[in-house]
């Protein structure tokens, strides 16, 4: 068997397992072993096995996802999120669709400073829903609303699929993070759009006053101020160069420590659980990462990786046009791969093929994560949908039929952003 034709069939042994319930991490990494294994012997398989881990455990960089997830982890346990999510119904009672648009925004807020969608999900599912649905919001649409806005968190920086973007395409995680924030906003009020648009439908509810969250409105204060501060220094530390993401990770978690500990909200059984939480999360990235590593040093030995990006500089289309198309394959790999195990899988490909077109890498990161956050929601596997599920009893079925307007919506950015680039890669520009 030549090369070629062994990287296409390793690539569709993988898909197939994965369809049949295989973790992906798993997937990645047993088929890159096993090609390598047929192509150059089991001993070279097992050596780039060593050379995977070893690069992956003395890699600085990667550093900063378990801590960017226990930031977010402690900031989740200590309640930070309801404090935004209770001042922004107050700002914005008697604006239509009020409480829907306090939802996007308070998601935003605690996106910011954890970069994890899961957790943003998990924590404004069991906050906004139920009011939503008690002021006369549809079950579908507050669901719907709370699984799209958490998805912010992984294009407004600080984002963990940024880091492993940058770490594994050694582009400059800085300027990722700081190329995030334009694309997000947009993101964001896109939205907030796509709920006062539907708010016609809950008139009553908005016109109602929001009632607080169980605690005067100064105690709240807290929490918004907490996030702000975190977000400056994390964020504005790198803008000025003042120091790395890695170090910014670090010194977000401290402040988070430091601000937890000093309002009394965080305890010793928190910190075990933001522990635990964040040993396993960085666990199963760094398995999907080093599979994802092997299975791409695989392709390039088979030039499947050649051979991809020959051919889709040689169809007769305009850069746009293929990046669309790159798009609806995204959305059909969302069906049955987790946003980590899609990341890396497609990364050998689709990187070359965007540097072909003339887009900058920078550029890429944004445009993979957003098309990310779509996978995110859409069936079957939606992950955004069943974590919700899970925290408000709300069927899956009914999520994903509430989603569909905040897809569009996403997908509009996404055309917006492949027909000006410049979204992404202007305040990069600007940074020293």
Not at 153 to 168: C, E, K, N, R, T
Not at 246 to 265: H, Q
């Amino acid at each position: 068997m030549d090369p070629l034709t062994l990287g296409i069939v390793v690539m569709v042994g993988m898909l197939v397992v994965v369809m049949l319930g295989l973790p992906v991490g798993y997937a990645l990494l047993g088929a890159g072993t096993i090609g390598y294994a047929v192509l150059s012997g089991p001993s070279q398989a097992f050596t780039q096995i060593g050379l995977a881990l070893w690069d992956n455990g003395t890699n600085f960089l990667f550093i900063a996802v378990p801590l960017f997830i226990l930031m977010g982890q402690l900031i989740f346990h200590a309640g930070l999120a309801e404090d935004i999510f209770a001042l922004a119904q107050r700002a914005l009672r008697r604006l239509p669709g009020g409480l829907g648009v306090s939802t996007v925004l308070a998601s935003a807020g605690f996106g910011a400073v954890t970069g994890s969608s899961v957790a943003a999900v998990a924590t404004m599912g069991n906050i906004a829903v139920p009011q939503m649905i008690k002021r006369g919001y549809s079950d579908r649409l507050s669901a719907a609303t709370v699984a799209s806005a958490a998805t912010l968190a992984i294009i407004i920086p600080p984002s963990v699929p940024l880091v492993i973007y940058g770490v594994w395409s050694e582009t400059s995680i800085g300027a990722l993070f700081i190329a995030g924030i334009v694309p997000g906003v947009i993101l964001m009020l896109a939205f907030i759009a796509t709920v006062m648009i539907q708010r016609r439908q809950y008139a009553a509810a908005s016109s109602q006053l929001i009632e607080e969250l169980g605690r005067p409105l100064s105690s709240h204060a807290v929490g918004l101020i907490s996030v702000v501060v975190i977000f400056v220094i994390v964020i504005g530390g790198i803008y000025a160069g003042m120091f790395t993401p890695t170090e910014a990770s670090g010194i977000g978690v401290l402040s988070v420590l430091a601000i937890a500990l000093a309002s009394r909200r965080l305890n010793l059984a928190m910190m075990r659980s933001a522990l635990k939480e964040t040993i396993r999360t960085s666990a199963a990235i760094f398995l999907i990462l080093t599979g994802g590593i092997i299975l791409s040093r695989f392709l390039v030995q088979t030039r499947l990786t050649n051979a991809v990006v020959g051919l889709v500089s040689d169809l007769d289309a305009s850069p746009q046009m293929i990046l669309l198309a790159l798009a609806l394959v995204y959305l059909l790999l969302g069906a049955i791969m987790d946003t980590f195990g899609m990341l890396i899988l497609t990364l050998p490909l689709v990187l070359p093929i965007t540097l072909a077109l003339g887009y900058d890498p920078i550029w890429t990161g944004i445009y993979l994560t957003i098309l990310m956050e779509i996978a995110m929601l859409t069936p079957p596997i939606g992950l955004n949908v069943f974590v919700l599920e899970r925290a408000t009893g709300v069927p899956a079925a009914r999520i994903f039929a509430g989603v569909w307007p905040f897809v569009v919506a996403a997908l509009a950015v996404v055309v917006l952003l492949i027909y000006v680039p410049q979204l992404a890669t202007w305040l990069p520009q600007t940074m020293r």
